[in-house]
């Protein structure tokens, strides 16, 4: 017998090996197996296949099977197959995004403990008030333990408890809380163990005792509003399969998915609930986990790799968890009775991935899923992207609309502020225009909140000589550095190179280096000058590197121990904070001038997100509408103009318009060729012949060979061939022309060091 086998590298297609006759009962398809792989490398691979087909080389033999459970199943394995496909790379590059790299090594028997905590709690021998008094008497002598053991009394309620005799009403109190709380070393706490009176005990981390509470209890009901949706959506499923609900901001979206997981839940069905990473924050699961209790599971890239282990077993196991709510990746999970997928901000850049293989789309990715599954399929967004929306007027897609905010709260009213016009008449205060400067000042006198949003990070995007113009460039990378004052350093964003700032230009030795333009950091800076009473936070990649740091923040902001929160497009996502009466935008500018197609459409959507934050003032009694503040170079751009009608359909028709007119997604397929090299020239040569090839297959639909808008990166320079493929065009022979291309092209010797790959999307 043989056995198919996917192995975690970037290879093509799968490998052939022989199955031992001792192993022939155990080896299953989807079952994981150690193989050989050359001279002396091992690896925990995928069987995908069984079969008795005599390969025409000599196959090794399967040395192992790792587990008895199967770790893949036959619907997973079918996604992967479309997505290695579609997304032209290798299943094994897709088997290496799926699964958690403690399920990948060579000896694969991975110990992973769960994650618990040590617990503190009275023995059974103690739970009765006279043999506690007895013993507590004793305890004169040692006071410190007598301490402790008051201590625990009172936190627990044990008093209470001893009343009613019921054990089960005692708090559950933490080693640590316990030690912290009376100001003891463990040894004391040791000490007491010994006499029998408390024990330890160890607690599952993600044990949530919410099993009991029935959950309708916990589910809120919907708004009028909310409900009229909901029914709509349900109603919608009978005719499609995937549902577009287009909800404004802080229109209550979640509570309708809530009320939909319940529904599928209750039909036996499993849920995946994706997200987007910056918007899957712990108070997002903690409201599911007071509905779902243990039957959720989360799936986050910031969760450590144990935890994904585990995430991944349950599923396979036959007690997988009924809800996964996810990230990008969660996508390649594995369901035995998907139900219902909802995509949570659809439209959300971050569902693409784009480094490293498989360059996939989470949300096309997941309706294939649903496809497989049978399942029905949700999109939600204030914001639809093209694509979606596209396929919703096209009748692809049912749609659901939801025009009106929870609770009545009126749309925010949206000011622009021509910024060059103030420039020019000098009222500008570094990056603030007098109009945002006055709402600032009032929502801080009134002790409400504002928001800022600027999305550069850093101190300053440019540092200029002002004498001969010198600006410092990465030494790696095609891009300006920029500056970081707290540590005074020079920063690549796009490969992290730094370098501390000059005290006199490289050039010309002058000493007059200057900083141009605002970054997060530097706005920061100028706010604190002109509100020091104010208490100012700043949410950018640089103040969130771990998760904790991320959610303190928004926890801090949540219960107003912020007055201004700057940040860059992390503010434009998460929880809605009642709070917030000004939303500032600083440079709208800079996200309309972008050389993307999508600009428009991109700008549109952050803007709108944005200004969703700011909600109805609380303090007032007359009902003032939230503000927002939009500064921008030219006010006429039409852009700005629907994001201030909020006239989401004016921007899908223009930008379709455009789309048509030079043949752009949703109206053809992008395929993107990328070439990299560290010789210029010879990517140069090798770009150019592509491009030449590709014309004699393709005709007009190549474009290019273009530098991207950063044509080097990291030392490898870049380079790009665009091609624009019908959407009725057979896509199976375009990726196989391609993969041709590609191995004609790799295997001449001139070109042997390039990399070449592709973005589908
Ligand atoms: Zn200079
Ligand atoms: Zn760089």
Known sequence: MYADCIVPLPLEGVFTYSVPTHLSQKVQVGCRVNVPFGAKKQYAALVTRLHEEKPAYQTKDILAVLEEEVMLLPNQLKLWQWVAEYYMCTLGEVYKAAIPSGLKEKDGVVRYRPRTIDCVRITEEYFDPFKLNAVLSTMKVAPKQQLLMLKYIELTGLGAALTLKNPQILKEITKEELLKAAGCSSTILKAVCDRGLLEEYEVLVDRIPTGQIPAELIIQPLSQAQQVA????????????????????????????????????????????????????????????????????????????????????????????????????????????????????????????????????????????????????????????????????????????????????????????????????????????????????????????????????????????????????????????????????????????????????????????????????????????????????????????????????????????????????????????????????????????????????????????????????????????GKVVLQVHDASQSTVQQVVRADYKAMFTEQMEERRMFNYPPLCRLVYVYMKHRDENVLEHMAEELAKILRMVFGHRVLGPDMPAVARVQTMYIRKVCLKIELEANMAEVRKRLRELQAYLLAKQEYKSAVMYYDVE
Not at 433 to 457: D, G, H, M, T, Y
């Open 230 to 625: 909901r029914d709509a959506i349900s109603g919608a499923w009978q005719q499609k399969e995937v549902c577009l609900l287009h909800g404004v901001t802080s229109s209550g979206k979640t509570e309708i998915y809530i009320h939909l997981i319940a529904e599928a839940l209750k039909e036996g069905k499993q849920v995946l609930y994706m997200l987007p990473e910056i918007v899957l924050t712990s108070q997002l699961t903690d409201r599911l986990r007071k509905v779902f209790g243990d039957r959720l599971g989360v799936y986050h890239s910031r969760y450590t790799d144990a935890e994904r282990v585990e995430v991944y077993r349950k599923q396979v196991s036959d007690q997988p968890y009924d809800i996964i709510v996810g990230v990008r990746s969660s996508v390649l999970l594995p369901f035995r009775n998907l139900g219902l997928v909802i995509i949570d901000e659809e439209h959300e850049n971050s569902f693409k991935q784009t480094e490293p293989a498989p360059r996939y789309h989470a949300r096309n990715v997941a309706l294939v899923m649903a496809k497989l599954a049978g399942a029905k399929t949700l999109l939600g967004t204030a914001t639809p992207s093209l694509e979606t929306y596209y396929n919703a007027i096209q009748g692809k897609y049912a749609y659901v609309s939801l025009t009106t905010r929870y609770g009545n709260v009126a749309m925010p009213e949206i000011e622009v502020v021509d910024i060059a016009e103030e420039k020019r008449k000098k009222l500008m205060s570094g990056p603030f225009s007098p109009l945002l400067l006055r709402e600032i000042r009032e929502a801080l006198e009134r002790k409400e909140q504002v928001i800022l949003f600027q999305n550069r990070r850093g101190f300053a995007p440019v540092v200029e000589c002002q004498v001969c113009g010198w600006t410092p460039q990465c030494p790696h990378c095609d891009v300006a550095l920029t500056h970081h004052k707290r540590n005074n350093q020079l920063v690549c964003h796009y490969c992290s190179y730094s370098t501390p700032v000059p005290h006199r230009c490289p050039q010309c030795d002058g000493d007059n280096l200057s900083s141009k333009g605002y970054g997060t950091e530097r706005i920061e800076d100028v706010l604190k000058n002109i509100f020091p009473e104010a208490r100012v936070a700043r949410m950018d990649l640089d103040t969130t590197r771990s998760r904790s740091a991320y959610e303190s923040l928004i926890k801090g902001f949540q219960k107003g121990e912020t007055d201004i929160l700057i940040g860059t497009q992390m503010v434009t996502k998460g929880l809605d904070f009642r709070k917030v009466t000004v939303v500032g935008i600083l440079n709208a500018s800079t996200m309309l001038n972008q050389p993307d197609f999508r600009s428009y459409e991109r700008a549109f959507q952050m803007m709108t997100q944005v200004a969703g934050r700011a909600g109805r003032s609380v303090s007032s009694e007359e009902n003032r509408v």
